[in-house]
Every structure is written in C-alpha cells, then in structure tokens.
C-alpha cells in the first residue's frame, strides 16, 4: 500500500510499499544489504504487524539495458505515486545533452531541501581529534542559486548577447574581461529560501535540536545570500515567534567560510544548519570528511510540502571496487535510517543505528574504514550486514 499526504500529514499504511532504484556499481551490492538489514530491523520492532514491500524500479545502465531509457517515466511516476522512495547511486551518462539522472529526479519532483545529517560513530577513525562533537543536520537547498544551471560559454553568441545586455543595458562597467568572459546566473527568491528555512525550524523544533545556523555569503553577494539571511530570519520572526521568544528556538547566522573553519575549531556550536546551494555541497562533503568519509554519509532529497522524498547513498557507483564485496554500505543504510525515520518508523530505525554504533564500536568494519581503526577488523560488505543483523538487539 502506498504512503498518502492528506491535510499537511503523512498516512503510512503499515504494509507499505517503497520504490527503489537498485543503482549502477557498487548499488547491487549495497542495495540489497540495505534492504535485508531493514527487513530485519523492521520484523524485530514490529513483529510482523508492520512490513515493507519492496519495489523495483529502474534507472540508469540497468535500465538503459533492459528498456533503452535512462529514466523511464514508469520510475518517474512511481516516485511520484508512491511519494517515498530510495536509491543506490547512478551512472551518470556522459554525452547527447542528457541531465544527470539525479538532478532529472529533483527537479520533476521539486526536492527541495538536500537533507544531510552528519554524526561520529564511535570507533570510526576521524581526521579531527574529537569527532564526538560533530552532530549537524544540514538542510541544503537544493533548486536555486548559481547550481540552477543558467550559464553561457565564453565566445558564444549567448554570452555576447548577454554581455550586450549587461553593459549597454544594465550599465554594467565591472566585468574584469569582458570578451572572454563565460557568465552564469544566480538566481535566490523569497519563497525559495522561506520554505527552506521553514523546512529546517520544523526540523530542529520536532527533533529538539538547540539551534538553526543561517550559513551564507551576505558580507560580499548581499541580494542574493543577503536576502537569504535576511528573508531568513524575517520568516522564522513571522511564522515562529512564539518559538523564539520562548528560548525553544534559537536562530543565528554565520558567514560561510567563518563557518568552515568553525566546523573545525568548535562543531559542538552547531545544531542544524541551513543554506544555499553552493555553500551546501562544500560543507557537506567537509562535515562527511570529518566523521569517516563518503562511504558513511547519508542523504535525501525532500518536498516537505508534497511529502516526496528519495533516500539515497551520497556516493558514487565506485566502479573501481564494484562486484568486489567491499564496498561500504553504511551510506545507504544511514539513509533507510533516515527514511524510516521521515515514515515514522523510529523503533525500526533506532534499531538499526544501535547495531551500527556496535558494529563499529567493536572495530568491525567495511576495509575502507577498518584499516584504519587500531584493532580493525575487515568485514566484507555483506558479511558486514549479517554483523549487523547479529547485533540487533530488541528490549
Ligand atoms: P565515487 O563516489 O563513485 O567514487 C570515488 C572514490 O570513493 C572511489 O575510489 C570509490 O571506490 C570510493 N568509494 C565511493 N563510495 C564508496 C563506498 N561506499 N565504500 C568504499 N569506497 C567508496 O565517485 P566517482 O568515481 O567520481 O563517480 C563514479 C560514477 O558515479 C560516475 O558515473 C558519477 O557520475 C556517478 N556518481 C553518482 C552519484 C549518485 O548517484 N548520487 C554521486 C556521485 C557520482
């Protein structure tokens, strides 16, 4: 049966039906890991008066294969059906214009929000000296800014239209070399930024988190991550004021490369994080740095308005170590963490976090993450999942 969104809320039927996308690489490895330890986790909390219903849909080499479609629209509207989804990561095919797989899924389905939460286990070997401290959830937006895709090559027609309008039009005098110039556009809105932000208040106030960061670059592009911090903070006054003057909420902002170097020096300061496009992508893959890397960081990209969201493993289809049993599946079992969470699940997903943090703990790991623990022990991918499934313990 399929998730509903009725009134604002979402209706999980208790057999319910996830689509996913098995993915290219190494996703036919860790897909169906992922799905074994849900399964369990689900069957233990549950007893059987809940289960997911698995449904394959099809994307990328897999489905280019079998159908000669990248994206066949069958996967399209069954994401849109079936509002909640996961996938194991996509080739991207190179060449004849083709958009990336995944920026097709989040435009047509309006996904706005690139959900990042970022947490040590412990055990996990860290570059920083203590890990511990770094607990963020970052709400990325994820439709606007300079990544909208609005851009000109230098010597195009295009671009000397454009620069055309930008100097005799526009009165434009600061471009530094204006024949050689490629351009590209930075597009912010109100209501861009207002759901977004209201999106991460929810967040933070549903999860008892301390604080939401405003992370932006308003000292030097004041219209556009300016009006971001300022719409920002104008929304969270009108639509959370009894919130904030409580003290249940507590909003601040910071300039974004200040907030790089303060992951670093004081991450404890930080709680949940919103901001733009650009400024998302570094701090992210920074903040997964610091907690061990592309192999455990989760993600998923979400309209909490409409409800639709896909789950997915943030790396690649790492064809270097595909059908090789060695990938490290945490990313994509973080995000069904993630989605049994946005469904509700939380027995089900605390279940599966315990394991993990004991899995790791006792220096059990995928080779990526246990050749560097102390007493390291080399798991294969799937042998890492039964590790799991072994650890799972139920009050
Ligand atoms: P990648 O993430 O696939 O690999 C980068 C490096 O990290 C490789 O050495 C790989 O072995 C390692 N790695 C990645 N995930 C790992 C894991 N779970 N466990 C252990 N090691 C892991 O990035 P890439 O090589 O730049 O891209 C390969 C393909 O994946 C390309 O076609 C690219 O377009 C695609 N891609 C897809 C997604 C997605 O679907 N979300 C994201 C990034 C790249």
């Not at 990328?60 to 989804?85: C, N, Q």
């Not at 937006?141 to 295009?158: F, L, R, S, V």
């Not at 809105?189 to 991460?200: F, W």
């Not at 220096?363 to 650890?391: C, H, Q, V, W, Y």
Request: hydrophobic share 40%; proline share 5%; aromatic share 8%.
């Amino acid at each position: 049966m399929k998730v509903r969104k009725e009134n604002g809320k979402l209706i999980v039927p208790d057999q319910v039906t996830i689509p996913f996308i098995e993915g290219d690489g190494v996703g036919r490895e860790i897909t169906p890991v992922t799905q074994g330890v849900v399964n369990e986790a689900v069957a233990k909390a549950y007893k059987g008066k809940r289960t997911i219903g698995w449904k394959e849909v099809f994307a990328g080499e897999k489905s280019f294969r079998a159908t000669g479609s990248w994206l066949p629209d069958e996967t399209m509207d069954a994401f849109r059906e079936y509002i909640v989804g996961i996938k194991g990561p996509l080739t991207t095919p190179i060449g004849g214009g083709m958009r990336s797989l995944n920026v097709a899924l989040r435009q047509e389905l309006d996904l706005y929000v690139c959900l990042r939460p970022v947490r040590w286990f412990k055990g996990v070997v860290s570059p920083v000296k203590e890990p511990q401290k770094v607990d963020m959830v970052i709400f990325r937006e994820n439709t606007e800014d300079i990544y909208a895709g609005i851009e000109w090559q230098q010597g195009t027609p295009e671009a000397q239209k454009f620069l055309k309008f930008l100097t005799e039009e526009m009165g434009v005098k600061k471009v530094r070399f204006p024949e050689t110039s490629s351009f590209g556009v930075k597009p912010v809105s109100i209501e861009g930024t207002e759901r977004l932000v209201r999106a991460a208040i929810r967040y933070a106030l549903a999860n008892h988190r301390p604080g939401l960061t405003l992370v932006h670059k308003g000292n030097i592009m004041k219209f556009t991550e300016g009006g971001f911090r300022n719409w920002g903070y104008a929304l969270a006054e009108r639509e959370f004021a009894e919130e904030i003057k409580s003290g249940r909420l507590i909003i601040n902002d910071v300039i974004a490369d200040a907030f790089l170097q303060n992951t670093l020096l004081k991450p404890e300061a930080y709680s949940v994080v919103a901001t733009l496009n650009l400024n998302g992508d570094y701090i992210s893959d920074q903040l997964a740095a610091m907690v061990g890397g592309i192999g455990i960081a989760p993600g998923a990209n979400i309209n909490y308005d409409s409800g639709h969201a896909i789950f997915e493993a943030t790396h690649g289809t790492a064809p270097d170590i595909a059908g090789k049993n060695i990938v490290n599946p945490s990313s994509l079992l973080l995000s069904s963490v993630m989605l049994l969470e946005y469904i509700g699940w939380n027995e089900a997903a605390a279940i599966v976090t315990s394991a993990m943090e004991a899995t790791f703990e006792s220096g059990e790991a995928t080779s990526d993450l246990a050749r560097f623990m102390p007493d390291g022990k080399s798991l294969g991918t799937k042998e890492f999942g039964e590790n799991i499934m072994n650890k799972m313990n139920v009050s």
